[in-house]
């Protein structure tokens, strides 16, 4: 696919880019390792600044790059909008709590002095998805900029623009030439970049094939990754859950982003108890519905990125149906112009159908039928995937079971899964490996120096 921005919902291709040549790679490259080195040695004070810099341009920019990355990937622009301002969150907790996070921590020893310290690495290469095109990049710019790294930025062909726009508000927010660049190249030419001995880690946030081939070519250079990959977030109610709250919660964390989430809610996993109850309220939230003009206020649902993102969704839909599964509401592309995929649901998922463990990246939920808390930590954790799940009980004994036993990288009870500065963010098992966000996400591209002296 081409570097270019095409609006999803009338396919209009508005402006394209061409890619770096060899020349320009190797010049940003030098450039992010000279920088590196001055960079380094600017205080904590300057890089808090700096952030908070990028914190105002945010917010006062907000309607603006809600615009692009609505024209560029679709989301509802409402969305958008908001998805600036907690860029400017992020970025605000780290100019907050770098100092912190950064500072030595004394150990006791049998030396006269000594302690741990936290030192950049250098050069991060960052390759991020197209689905939340400025979090996704803030959430690892702010941490490696407050550490003292820099970072290097391979983003989506398809939204270009808002990779520019993000090396663009933090050179206005004052950060030195090299300390974060965009580079406009093609996937192909990410193993070469990891390949240089100036990039010390990368981290990537995408598909499982994406995230194998840059674990591999980092792995063959001895280089740490982050990867934050696919998932198929269980959605567990539960006999004693609030159903009203579970219903309508259940349906934002499932249309979040169009349906184009990781961490969206996917497998709705509900005790025959409930599950009438629960498939009706359920019912009525998607009948209610907006899909449309995402640049309009009232629309819910946008198209999706790309065609071929479309035709994914609607074979793995097909295939389950044909199987033997059955529909609700949805389940065929809207006709006309655009990417727009009607909110869907499915139950009676047959076993071995697409429908069963495979991520479904788009507005279509898929109910699951069980008898009791069993069967639904079972059914939850035979996938796959290990981002997040989001259980719903009040009773405080099977909350405890949910939190100690489903294997994710998150457990959110009576709430969606969502990311939070505050809170370490990644999976485990094909989600990935790694953390992103608070403390532990600094720390991952750190080196935790020991030092003893006597």
């Known amino acids: 696919m081409g570097i270019a921005t095409i609006n999803p919902a009338t396919g209009e291709t508005i402006k394209t880019f061409a890619a770096l040549t060899d020349e320009e790679i190797e010049a940003k490259l030098a450039i992010a390792a000279a920088t590196f080195k001055s960079y380094r040695k600017t205080s904590l004070t300057q890089r808090s600044e700096w952030l908070m810099r990028a914190a105002e341009i945010l917010e006062r920019d907000a309607q603006k790059l809600g615009e692009m990355m609505t024209t560029e990937m679709g989301k509802p622009l409402k969305s958008a909008i908001a998805e600036g301002k907690k860029c400017a969150v992020g970025c605000r907790y780290y100019a907050e709590n770098g100092a912190a996070f950064l500072a030595d921590v004394p150990a006791k020893t049998d030396a006269s002095k000594s302690f741990v310290r936290y030192e950049p690495i250098g050069t991060i290469l960052a390759v ?10 803030f959430r690892f710019a702010a941490p490696a900029l407050m550490a003292g790294n820099v970072g290097l930025l391979k983003h989506a062909s398809n939204v270009p623009q808002c990779a520019l726009a993000v090396e663009a508000i933090l050179t206005e927010a004052g950060f030195p030439l090299g ?22 880690a990368a981290t990537l946030t995408g598909s ?44 934002t964390a499932r249309m979040l982003n169009n349906g184009q989430s990781c961490i969206a809610a996917k497998r709705f996993i509900v005790v025959n108890a409930v599950a009438d109850e629960f498939e ?19 629309t819910d649902i946008g198209p999706l990125a790309t065609p071929d993102i479309l ?8 295939e389950t149906v044909k199987m033997g599964g059955k529909v609700l509401i949805g389940g065929k592309p809207l006709e006309g112009v655009g990417n727009f995929y009607p909110p869907t649901i499915l139950t009676a998922i047959p076993p071995g159908s697409p429908g069963e463990k ?3 990246f788009g507005p279509v939920a898929l109910i699951f039928r069980v008898e009791n808390i069993d069967e639904a930590i079972a059914l939850a954790n035979d996938s796959p995937f290990g ?16 939190i100690e036993e489903l294997e994710a990288g998150s457990v959110f009870i009576n709430g969606l899964v969502k990311s939070d500065p505050s809170l ?7 989600s990935g490996y790694g953390r992103e966000l608070a403390k532990e996400g600094m720390q991952e591209f750190l080196n935790i120096k020991t030092v003893w002296v006597k």
Do not use: Y
Not at 130 to 137: G, K, S, Y
Not at 182 to 200: C, N, P, Q, Y
Not at 280 to 298: A, R
Not at 395 to 401: I, V
């Open 424 to 430: 370490p963010f990644g999976g485990i098992k094909r």
């Open 311 to 318: 035709a994914e969704l609607d074979l793995q839909v097909q």
């Open 387 to 402: 981002l997040g799940a989001s259980a719903w009980t009040n009773n405080p004994e099977e909350q405890e079971r949910l």
């Open 179 to 200: 300390a974060f660049q965009t580079l406009l190249v093609g996937s192909d030419r990410v193993a070469g970049i990891i390949k240089d001995e100036r990039v010390k």
């Open 208 to 251: 499982e094939a994406a995230g194998a081939s840059l674990a591999a070519a980092a792995g063959r250079e001895i280089k740490k990754t982050v990867l934050e990959l696919g998932g198929s977030d269980p959605f567990i109610v539960l006999e004693s859950a609030d159903l009203a709250a579970a219903a309508a919660t259940g349906v």
């Open 358 to 360: 495979d991520e479904f």
């Open 128 to 137: 991020m998805p197209w689905n939340f095109p400025l979090w996704q990049v």
């Open 280 to 298: 009706k309220l359920f019912l009525e939230h998607f009948q209610g519905l907006k899909v449309g003009d995402p640049m309009k206020e009232d």
